[in-house]
């Protein structure tokens, strides 16, 4: 028997308990380009979605069309209410064909006489075709924000404030096949992951209902589904539960086939289902796919229950004092801009005149969590991203890993090619890619490249070591491996670590920050005195806009450029004095993040490179008339790096370097993956007769064929041409620009750094009070941001929210609010 069929027994005159919810206003027509759901769309921030010890959602998906969906939901639906005395809620949140076709209601009446204590259908339209034709073909396009809302909102309303629960089952049905689209066009795989609902599949019994039934499942799980259990309908001839059963990591349930419907006599057809729905054979089936369901669902509660205890007694973390740590919190998946944090839920207190009432114990809810550090600034195509997802899965399938030396794979060339090609600026010279692992070693392998480059041109003709040391900027951070903690100047960061060596120079640079005269403003009182000038002008120069700030010409114009050169050129000859040469220059493009947020001003780190090359007052002591002392320059970006500012690199704001580090947003925000592009120059130094003069660096997953392929899907994802989504919120949307001006003028806020994908906020103080300091303003900041669903993790007293380059404008504008009204309300106490 199919859903068609079952559908045929309703007369067009039932009645139907439902509320639709219609589109806000009529949208075009539907259009091919619009069927990718954009996974990093605003969620749902006002439900919340229950983990409740009582009450257990499940959401039936089917492998296709007509394999029994429906008739799988008025079973378990009639056995939990009839033979378990259960309260049963009903969902169907789309709905074709209707009013003549209701599944709400056939589901309803398949339960008498019980009934559920709650039941709806939310989206209906008119025509029997998918959702996105019948949208298309009414004018009427419902945003899957919307969809998932009102999912969301019913099932919450099925719990009170006071933590009573109306329902102990809520089975919420989806519209055709896993992969069937939504009225937006999008699939509703995709659509309903915000949820995560645990995923019950109703697997096809029909020819070829193998396939269909493990591609269903399969699609499911590689987008972050749970599914507990796959149900079939009996089909004695085919079997086809046994060949799915070896196949899959969950039971399979079969449920005895539907009566053959009784064309001629709708008396003799509604008694056959009737005698279906109550036979021993279909109770006992449905009452083991709902134990299986209900097992899985108390699994899955005390697994999150126990996770942060669990956690605290066998996980060192990074970053974290673990005296007086508070304890870690549970995310049960992440998806979009959201982490789904799972927390016990407060319940109202009892009126008076129901004291008496035993107190209900307090529910485990997951309340969606902003990612505001964008999981360590890793994050660009949002979580959970299903063509990330696919790519991962394609990968493994395909290669697993493979060791690199002399091997070419497509995922590594295509990777190498499209950076070299589309990232590293026109006329860079940059060439070369040697893959890594994580950030730290992209910079690690980038001072070996830089530093033995230098030391050839020096003892071109001995095999003398040179004492050889970098330049940077302090407050500059190239990661915590050895070498590259060496290369960063003293901080909190390398204080307590006993075989730090700091080798190297390092320069205050000057901040810029946009303030509430509504411009942007560079900073040099704050390091004239580190500088030790006292005929500086302490005022601030001002920049109407970005543009102007970063403009070449100021090389030439600006007085600051000449104040620049003497102060770099005289911490440039402190080499001699301790006994080292200079070797290679390593920055941070324009903003120092572990720094504290820090942007600099670009003429300042034009100006380091240029006197490092030789091209101002300073001449690097070894030069020689075949060397001209001109020292390789690299560029850490592999936070900045990748469209993070707004541009594929900082690098063209700045001057050409010799090696850019790429990491963190590499592979879109799923695996570690390293990149070190370098010019020809630096990899022709390692060319010679011996294996010892190669670059001899490397670890045992370089170039892992998974993560190359995810990273070339999200890098092409990034460019623009893929993404025209622009990331200059800041300053072409009105919106953003009326709380950014609230920001600056906050009590005791020195300024703000809007740019690219990052908003910080940098409070009274935040220079000078390092990474290891955070106040109570702080303190009560991150409080009062959480209160409004945005994780925020401040370093030291610079708060700041860092989006996906896929946020929405209008997320973008909610979390600035909520950043904004926490910044102030913070300074009221």
Known sequence: MTILSLRARLPATATSTFRPIRSPALAPPWRPARMRHNYASPTPTTYPFLFHDTLKPVQLWGANTDVGKTLVSAALARTAAASLQSRVAYLKPIQTGFPVDSDERWVVNQMAPNAPVAQATLITYRDPVSPHLAAEIEHRVVPDTNVVRATADWLAQLVDSDGTVNAEWAFVETAGGVLSPAPSGALQADVFRTLRLPALLVGDSKLGGISTTLSAYESLVIRGYSVPAVVMLADDARKNEAVVARNVDCPIITLPPAPDRIANDASADRAALHAYFASQETVAAASTVLDHVAAAHAAHVESLKT???????????????????????????????????????????????????????????????????????????????????????????????????????????????????????????????????????????????????????????????????????????????????????????????????????????????????????????????????????????????????????????????????????????????????????????????????????????????????????????????????????????????????????????????????????????????????????????????????????????????????????????????????????????????????RLANAPDVDGVVPLGTVLAVHLGGSRAAGYAVKGDRVERIVALARDRGVMLRPLGNVVYVMHAHTTSVDEVVRVAEVLVDAVEQSALV
């Open 307 to 741: 996770l942060p205890r669990r956690a605290s007694e066998v996980i060192w973390y990074p970053f974290t004092q673990h005296r007086g740590m508070p304890d870690p919190m549970a995310v049960e998946s992440a998806h979009g801009d959201n982490y789904l944090v799972a927390r016990a839920r407060p319940v109202e207190k009892a009126s008076s005149a129901a004291s008496d009432k035993p107190a209900s114990p307090a529910p485990l809810v997951g309340h969606p969590l902003y990612d505001g550090p964008a999981s360590w600034w890793t994050q660009a195509l949002g979580h959970g991203n299903p063509d990330l997802a696919r790519t991962m899965a394609a990968a493994a399938g395909r290669y697993g890993h493979l060791i690199f030396p002399n091997v070419a794979h497509a995922p590594a060339v295509e990777l190498a090619e499209t950076l070299l090609r589309d990232v590293a600026p026109p006329g860079s010279n940059l060439a070369r890619v040697f893959y890594s692992d994580i950030g730290s070693t992209t910079t690690e392998v980038a001072l070996k490249m830089a530093l033995t480059w230098t030391a050839l041109q020096m003892n071109a003709d001995t095999a003398q070591q040179v004492p050889l040391g970098v330049v940077g900027v302090n407050g500059g951070y190239h990661g915590d491996t050895m070498g590259a903690m060496d290369a960063c100047a003293p901080s909190d960061y390398n204080a307590k670590v006993p075989w730090y060596q700091a080798r190297g120079v390092w320069v205050d640079p000057p901040a810029v920050r946009w303030t509430k005269s509504g411009k942007w403003e560079v900073d040099v009182a704050g390091v004239t005195e580190q500088w030790g000038l006292n005929d500086v002008s302490r005022e601030p120069t001002s920049f109407a806009t970005w543009t102007d700030l970063v403009d070449p010409a100021r090389l030439e114009s600006d007085p600051l450029a000449r104040v620049y050169s003497r102060v770099i050129a005289s911490h440039l000859a402190n080499f001699a004095d301790n006994g080292t040469h200079l070797g290679a220059v390593i920055l941070e493009p324009l903003l120092l993040g572990a720094g504290g947020m820090l942007l600099v001003d670009p003429l300042f780190q034009r100006v380091l490179v240029r006197e490092a090359r030789g091209l101002g007052s300073f001449r690097h002591p070894a030069a020689n008339s075949t060397w001209s002392g001109r020292v390789p320059v690299i560029y850490d970006e592999v936070f900045t790096g990748l469209w993070r500012l707004g541009a594929p690199l900082a690098t063209p704001w700045l001057e050409p370097p010799d090696a850019v580090c790429l990491a963190k947003c590499l592979t879109g925000g799923t695996l570690p993956l390293g990149a070190t592009l370098a010019t020809s120059e630096l990899f022709d130094a390692f060319l010679g007769e011996s294996k010892v003069d190669a670059l001899l660096h490397g670890h045992s997953y370089t170039a892992n064929p998974i993560a190359c392929a995810t990273a070339l899907r999200a890098v092409r994802d990034l460019i623009p041409a893929a993404n025209p989504r622009s990331v200059d919120w800041w300053s072409k949307d009105e919106r953003v620009k009326g709380v950014m001006a």
